[in-house]
């Protein structure tokens, strides 16, 4: 009998595939940037307004309500907007849209590492270049093996820092190029290089529903670029990508600014709170204008992920990226969430060694 094995797309003999699940519900979960602060006010409006009776029907083909929406936030035209199952979908598409077998896929590292996933999906040839020891962007080491498509992230996690503009530009100045700038985190930093990426040849600014406007549940991402730009990506993208519920949802989202503007300035001073009761246990912590922060362990990082998780709370290892040895993530939490971190990391460090 042939295996399963023997069936297997040869080209992904080696793949991989980045795993962030941990949905256990009774643990507390600081591991991946969602928002802790809670649910868009949208989705409880939406809920009591939604016609559950015409579902039978297929959504939009391109979810034009949401682009609409989007395109109108920041005065663009709906052709410059596209709409994802979440922005991982975006990832995806550009890297489908822009890389043939062999192509040269470019980011910084450490990054998000779903960039260099769907890059792989594509047999590109990968090229990490390392960010600078105080994590700034160069530019011009990404350019320098003329990329097919590069991916920034802007601010950049894990590191939590905001790259230097100019280094952006030069990257998005580059005509022989696709450019993702991902700006998933931007809510939180008040950062954005939208009307740089409009103005470029090949750009692609990319946000997502899931952080700041707190609907991660529902998956909804976007795209904006030029209308050219667009139309490539829209080549790839699977018609009725966004279930009608969470179009709408998102959509709505949208108006609840105010909610988000809320959930920033919690999560601010959340932030200052564990970055500094965290200094006093000994660790590192980065500067971040983001919902997690970046910090260095004072005890073997692993380790210290694997007991906390057999403690109830996830926090994310940043071992495995290069400059990070013993380095973790933590997703910025209501204070009740950080004190129960504290709690059960206190023990865990102190008096600990590498
Ligand atoms: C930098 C970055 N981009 C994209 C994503 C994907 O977000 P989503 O697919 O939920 O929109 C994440 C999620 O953690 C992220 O950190």
Redesign the pocket.
């Known amino acids: 009998m042939t295996s399963i094995g023997d069936l297997r797309r040869r080209t992904y003999e080696e793949l991989t595939r980045p795993s962030?699940s941990l949905s256990r519900r009774d643990m507390v979960l600081l591991n991946?940037?969602a928002n802790l602060f809670g649910v868009n006010p949208a989705v409880q409006e939406i809920l009591e307004e939604f016609d559950f009776s015409r579902l039978w029907a297929y959504p939009s083909e391109s979810s034009d309500v949401l682009r609409h929406r989007i395109a109108s936030e920041y005065g663009l035209s709906p052709e410059e907007v596209l709409v994802g199952n979440?922005?991982?979908?975006i990832?995806d598409i550009s890297a489908k849209s822009f890389i043939n077998p062999g192509d040269l896929f470019s980011s910084p590292s450490p990054?998000?590492s779903?960039y260099k996933f769907y890059a792989n999906l594509n047999m590109a040839r990968i090229s990490e270049k390392l960010l600078r020891p105080d994590f700034s962007l160069d530019a011009q080491a990404m350019l320098s093996e003329s990329p097919k498509l590069v991916a920034v992230?802007q601010p950049n996690?894990p590191t939590a820092n905001l790259f230097d503009q100019g280094e952006i530009r030069k990257l998005l100045a580059w005509k022989g190029c696709a450019v993702i700038v991902?700006e998933?985190?931007s809510d939180f930093c008040g950062s954005s290089m939208l009307s740089e990426v409009m103005n470029s040849n090949a750009g692609i600014d990319?946000r997502?529903?899931?952080?700041g406007y707190g609907i991660?549940g529902l998956?909804?991402?976007y795209a904006m670029a030029r209308k050219e730009v667009i139309d490539e990506l829209r080549r790839v993208r699977t018609p009725f990508g966004v279930n009608s519920f969470t179009e709408a949802i998102a959509a709505r989202a949208m108006d609840h600014k105010a909610w988000v503007d809320e959930v920033v300035s919690k999560m601010r001073s959340e932030r200052s709170y564990l970055a500094s009761r965290l200094e006093t246990l000994g660790f590192k912590v980065y500067p971040s204008c983001c919902n997690f922060l970046l910090c260095k362990s004072p005890v073997d990082g692993p380790n210290l992920v694997a007991a906390l998780r057999d403690k109830g709370v996830a926090i994310r290892d940043c071992n495995p990226y290069p400059l990070l040895e013993n380095h973790v993530r933590i997703t910025i939490a209501p204070r009740s969430m950080l004190d129960i971190l504290l709690e059960r990391l206190g023990p865990l460090v102190s008096g600990g060694s590498k």
Do not use: H, I, P, Q
């Not at 979440?86 to 979908?89: N, Q, V």
């Not at 997502?208 to 952080?211: D, P």
């Open positions: 962030y991946d940037n979440g922005s991982d979908e990832l990054t998000f779903m992230c996690n991902d998933a985190y990319v997502t529903f899931s952080k991660a998956r909804a991402g």
